[in-house]
């Protein structure tokens, strides 16, 4: 299994129903998801429409490993579920998503490509970004550890840091820097006072 394999793996669906059957539709993706918990590696889900009346429903699911992912996929209990919407759901998309590409939509590993999509920014660029975020963070962290908590153990004090960074980076610092360097990482010129005309 490659390092990649190993990693959770993230599947996004999109699937198509008359928006009139809005209430079979949500207990068909409910009955799915009650079957999908039973598995090992299953990590959560969720489920998106983009406006009220569309037809489109997008779902997502994430299992620890490609291997966790293909016991549920290989199992009765989905083909059952899949086969409860016939006649409910129609043609659909799915891609798989793994790693920290999912910061720079779209992922670079899929099983299905988009059209009009723009492929993500090279790992050098991803790297500087998070970069760009994560020194100055940690080192604010460490100066106010340092001052705040002087008498507690060095490893301790990164290890509150690091509690306290996490989720900083993950729902502030990265969706900000992606937004703000946009342009560069995907090597397009940034649209100033002349291009506003």
Known sequence: MTAQEAGPVTVAATRYADPAREA??????????????QFPGFLGHGYVRSAEGDDAWHMLYRFADHEALAGWEASPQRAWWLGAAQGLVGEFRVQRMTGIEGWFDPPEHH?????????????????????????PLS????????????D???HWRIVLQTAVATPVMVWFGLPWITRLLEPWLQGRPR????GRR
């Open 24 to 37: 079979e539709m949500v207990a068909w993706i409910r009955a799915g998801t009650a079957l999908a918990e």
């Open 111 to 135: 099983d299905v490509a988009y059209p009009g999509i723009p492929t993500p920014p090279p790992r050098w660029k991803q790297a500087v970004s998070i970069f760009v975020v994560f020194l």
């Open 139 to 150: 080192l604010f962290l460490g100066e106010a550890g340092a001052r705040l908590l002087p």
């Open 152 to 154: 507690l153990a060095l």
């Open 191 to 194: 649209q100033g006072r002349r």
